[in-house]
Every structure is written in structure tokens, then in C-alpha cells.
């Protein structure tokens, strides 16, 4: 009789095993966890959060490299997190102040795709004219950086024509198409200096004809007179020349449309 208890007993207990193993192989580990208070949705999001808070401290003090490691880990890890849109925002903006401005623009067109509703989309297109804008070399180099910085910010302009940017957006622009101007004008001069001077007079009198009110506007004038004289510069050119980097933004600031923003709002 005790013999038999205990073989019941036995067979009681193999199928607890035989039941644990078969609920195991047809709910999966998630179940079993949370049977004992391991629940794996909670465990994904403390560890999101955790990495969004770790990537936010070092974006924040300037550590781009490794707060990009952490964003893009909530990203490959944890897609579906609510920390997952975040990550893919500050990742973007990781790589443009580390001067990484492809990569960047890249990221902010996929985040404007994915999230074409998203309130913070006024900033990703501004961020994108910025890539654009922040790439600019010199104008006796590749130009292309003002010409696209124009056409990005220009989108903005359009779609959020009273965004918290679109003051320094305008500027921006301005300032993109005076190093465009400043581009042309410089051309101008290598034409002059290699006696091409039918070709310098073109450029110098396209200058005038598009861009009137703008600051290289004088010196072309005075450079097209001499050539149109017979006295075209032989030397100098240097002193002919305009500022070849980027005009500084702040010069073109204006706080008319302050105005108008604040009368749409009423």
C-alpha cells in the first residue's frame, strides 16, 4: 500500500513536468516568465529607458559618439519601444554635430517619412536645410551646399510658413544666395584675369540685371565699368575679390515677420 501511494505520487509529479514542458513549448519562455513575475514587456521597456535616459546625458554634455551607440541600440533592440522615434530623432541629430552631415540629412528624410505627423517635423526640416546649409564650402569650391540649403528651406517655408524657424530660415536663405552671388562674382573675376573679358562682362551684367540689392552689387558695377573703359584690372585681384566663405546668417535677420506671425495666431 505505501508502495503504491508513493508511485502516485511519482507519476503526479512527472506530469507536472510533462505539463510545465508542453505549456513551455507551445506559449513560449515569455509565459513561463511572467508565471513568475518576469514579464518581458516590462523588462524591454525599463531597459529603453534606461538607454534613452543614458544617450540623453551624454547628447547632452556633448558626447555625440556615445549617445549615437545608445540611441541606435534602442533602435536594432528595441524598434517598437516608445524610446524607439525618440532614438531615431536624436540619432540624426548625433551625426550633424559630429560635422557628419550626409548621414544626418539621411536620417531626418527617413524620421519625416515614417512620421510625417509628427510635431517635431517642422525642426527635422529645418535640420535638413541645416545639413545642407552646414556642408557649404567656399565659393571657389563646390557650391551645390547653398543651392540645396535654398531648396530645403524653402520647403519649410512652404509647408510651416510660421514655424518657431521661419525667421532664421529666411535669413539663412538670404545668406545662402548672396555666397551664390559671391560665387558668380568670382567667376566674373577669373574671367577678367584670364582676358576672357566678353565673358566677365556676361557674368558681371547677370549679376546686376538678378541681384541689384546685393553687397558685391558695387564692386561689380566698378569692375564692369573699368573693363567696358578699356582698363580692365592687370593686378590686385586680390583686392577684387569677395569674402569666400558663407556671409554670416545674423546679418540678415530680420523680426518683420514676428509681426505676422503673432496676427495669424490671433
Known amino acids: 500500500m505505501h508502495l503504491l501511494h508513493l508511485t502516485e505520487i511519482s507519476?503526479?509529479?512527472?506530469?507536472?513536468?510533462?505539463?510545465?514542458?508542453?505549456?513551455v513549448s507551445l506559449?513560449?519562455?515569455?509565459?513561463?516568465?511572467?508565471?513568475?513575475?518576469?514579464?518581458?514587456?516590462?523588462?524591454?521597456?525599463?531597459?529603453?529607458?534606461?538607454?534613452?535616459?543614458?544617450?540623453?546625458?551624454?547628447?547632452?554634455?556633448?558626447?555625440?559618439?556615445?549617445a549615437l551607440e545608445k540611441f541606435n541600440e534602442i533602435m536594432d533592440r528595441y524598434p517598437f519601444s516608445p524610446q524607439a522615434m525618440l532614438a531615431e530623432l536624436k540619432a540624426a541629430d548625433s551625426h550633424y554635430y559630429q560635422e557628419d552631415y550626409l548621414e544626418a540629412k539621411i536620417l531626418y528624410q527617413e524620421f519625416e517619412e515614417r512620421h510625417p505627423t509628427n510635431?517635431?517635423?517642422?525642426?527635422?526640416?529645418?535640420?535638413?536645410?541645416?545639413?545642407?546649409?552646414?556642408k557649404t564650402d567656399r565659393i571657389d569650391r563646390d557650391t551645390s551646399?547653398?543651392?540645396?540649403?535654398?531648396?530645403?528651406?524653402?520647403?519649410?517655408?512652404?509647408?510651416?510658413?510660421?514655424?518657431?524657424?521661419?525667421?532664421?530660415?529666411?535669413?539663412?536663405?538670404?545668406?545662402?544666395?548672396?555666397?551664390?552671388v559671391n560665387h558668380e562674382y568670382f567667376v566674373a573675376v577669373f574671367y577678367v584675369r584670364t582676358d576672357r573679358y566678353s565673358e566677365a562682362i556676361h557674368r558681371l551684367k547677370y549679376i546686376l540685371s538678378m541681384y541689384p540689392d546685393s553687397s558685391i552689387s558695387p564692386k561689380a558695377q566698378k569692375l564692369l565699368e573699368r573693363i567696358e573703359a578699356g582698363d580692365p584690372p592687370r593686378m590686385?585681384?586680390?583686392?577684387?575679390?569677395?569674402?569666400?566663405?558663407?556671409?554670416?546668417?545674423?546679418?540678415?535677420?530680420?523680426?518683420?515677420?514676428e509681426g505676422d506671425k503673432k496676427e495669424n495666431q490671433q
Open 119 to 134: 510635431e517635431a517635423i517642422p525642426y527635422v526640416m529645418f535640420q535638413t536645410g541645416m545639413c545642407d546649409f552646414s
Open 145 to 180: 551646399g547653398a543651392s540645396d540649403a535654398i531648396q530645403s528651406f524653402a520647403r519649410l517655408l512652404r509647408a510651416y510658413p510660421y514655424s518657431p524657424y521661419t525667421n532664421e530660415t529666411k535669413a539663412r536663405i538670404l545668406a545662402a544666395r548672396e555666397f551664390l
Open 27 to 66: 506559449t513560449g519562455c515569455a509565459s513561463l516568465k511572467s508565471w513568475f513575475g518576469f514579464d518581458e514587456s516590462s523588462t524591454i521597456q525599463q531597459s529603453a529607458e534606461s538607454l534613452a535616459v543614458e544617450g540623453m546625458d551624454d547628447f547632452n554634455v556633448g558626447k555625440y559618439h556615445s
Open 11 to 23: 507519476r503526479r509529479a512527472a506530469c507536472i513536468v510533462l505539463f510545465i514542458i508542453l505549456s
Open 236 to 257: 590686385g585681384f586680390s583686392s577684387w575679390l569677395p569674402d569666400l566663405s558663407m556671409p554670416d546668417w545674423t546679418l540678415f535677420w530680420s523680426d518683420e515677420e
